[in-house]
Structures are given as C-alpha cells and as structure tokens.
C-alpha cells in the first residue's frame, strides 16, 4: 500500500451548493479559504441548506480571489455576486447557532429564489468577529467555525468509501452503488489508508498543517442526494445504519480542527501524528 496522501481537496463557497474541486486551499483557522462563507437563509432568517431543498445540489458557486462568487446552474446565465459591504446584517439560525451574516445584493435573491422557486436570500459572513465557536464539548477556548456544520473542516477517505460501497452492494439497494464520494461533501479526501483507520487517529498532519481529529462526523439525508440529479434514495444511510450506528449517529467521516495555517496541496503527505 502507498503511503497516506491528499487525494482531493473540495471547496463548497456557498453552504449546500455544488462543491467545487481544487488543486491546492488555504488552512485558515475557521476552515479552508473561500469554503462556506456564504448561505442561503428563508424568511425566517434559518439556514435552507439541501436538507430542505435538494435542488440546491443542481447550483454551483464559484469562488473569485477577495470572496466574491460567481453563481451558475444548468441552462442558466451565471450572476456575479460582490461581497456586500457590512451596512445590512442580520442574525440568522445555523442550526442551533444564532450568527451575525451580512445581506447580498438583491440581485442574488431573485437569481437564487427564480431556481429554488422559494424566497431566499443570499448572505455573507464577513469579520472573524463573526465566526462561530466550535461545540465546547470537543473544540478549545477561542477555536472557530464559519458557516460549515459545526466543524472547520470534514476528512473522508477512499478506502472507507471503498468498503462503503462493498456493504452498499450487499445490502437491500444494490442499485444505487457505487456512490460517489460527492455525497458526503468533505474537504480533504484521504488515498492510501486502510479502510476505516481514520477512526482510531488523534491529530494528523497534511503537508506542513496539523490538525486535531475532533470527532465522527454524524451523517444526514444530503448523503441519500445525487449530487448531480438531486434526485434521493435510500443510501448510504440504510447501511450506515447496520454497520456505522454509534448511538443516534450514523457516522463516516472524520471532523478537523487546524492547529495552524497554511497550504495544503493535493499529493501532499498525511502523517498520523497520534
């Protein structure tokens, strides 16, 4: 077996939409540069995210150098959308978080609400006065997340899709394997591993970054969307559910905290630290 390294590296601008691959990201503190500083809230000021709207897999968002982005779908002229200056904010629900975001153009409304056919709006997280704190159960005083789940950033590996998909062929939804590794919408893809090690590792590093291994990452119906159709089935979570129940949680993935900064490279090595 070679040794572990970077495979693949996934940029998602705005939450829930189509992740976008990248040859090399910035580590910031907070998650990887450009990674979900954007989201889509309703009128309530929640978080619409694909849990809700599985059409939104079918958006993609493209990230520009000073955090603007460029929105495109199928069929669709494409909408620059500059990131807005801090004059108009509100408090939006993340979840079970309350976070001060700043409202879009609203330009970036009609475009996102005309393909969606929902009212919602675009909006941005500007300072780092505005991050989130990690869960204080398993982050440490001062450490922060943008506008990712709960995590700065979410590590799967091939060899555990691998055997994913052996258990996806042997179960009652043969049919829809093999998945791609898209539904799980991770940052760091890991190639050269056993299947499941990453499970018993405690920090790692990717090139020169460090990162603490936090926690399994509890999966959610976004995983049963075909990221291209938007179209749901069954899995992965009836088999996650036979063999990666821990609790409530049905678990793939790996959940990371940096403890620098830096750029990280695919090819670059991963070393279990601990």
């Known amino acids: 077996m070679r040794p ?7 940029i998602h601008p705005v939450k829930s939409l189509a992740a976008r691959a990248a040859d090399e990201a910035v580590v910031e503190p907070w998650g990887l540069d450009g990674d979900r500083r954007w989201m889509l809230i309703d009128i309530g000021n929640k978080v619409v995210t694909q849990r809700q709207r599985p059409e939104m897999a079918r958006l993609s968002a493209d990230h520009l150098p000073g955090g603007a982005v460029v929105l495109s779908a199928p069929g669709s002229p494409s909408l620059r959308v500059e990131v807005p200056e801090p004059v108009r904010t509100v408090v939006a629900e993340l979840h079970r978080d309350k976070v001060e975001v700043v409202v879009a153009a609203g330009a970036a409304h009609a475009w996102l609400g005309a393909r969606l056919g929902a009212e919602v709006r675009l909006v941005h997280l500007d300072a780092p006065s505005h991050r989130r704190p990690v869960d204080p159960e398993f982050g440490r005083p001062g450490e922060t997340v943008s506008l990712a789940d709960g995590y700065p950033l979410l590590l799967t590996t091939c060899a555990s899709l691998d055997a994913l998909n052996s258990l996806v062929a042997r179960g009652d939804h043969p049919d829809e394997g093999p998945l791609p590794m898209d539904r799980f919408r991770p940052n760091v893809v890991v190639d050269g591993t056993a299947p499941w ?3 018993g590792w405690g920090r790692i590093a990717i090139g020169e970054v460090a990162f ?3 926690k399994p990452c509890g999966r959610c119906v976004v995983t049963t969307t075909d990221q291209r159709t938007a179209e749901r089935g069954k899995e992965p979570l009836r088999t996650l559910a036979a063999h990666r129940r821990v609790g409530r949680h049905l678990l793939f993935g790996q959940n990371l905290v940096p403890e620098g900064t830096g750029t990280i490279r695919v090819g670059d090595p ?3 630290l601990g």
């Open 4 to 10: 572990p390294a970077l495979g693949a590296v996934y």
């Open 197 to 199: 090690a990453e499970d």
């Open 212 to 214: 603490r291994v936090v």
């Open 270 to 272: 991963v070393r279990v």
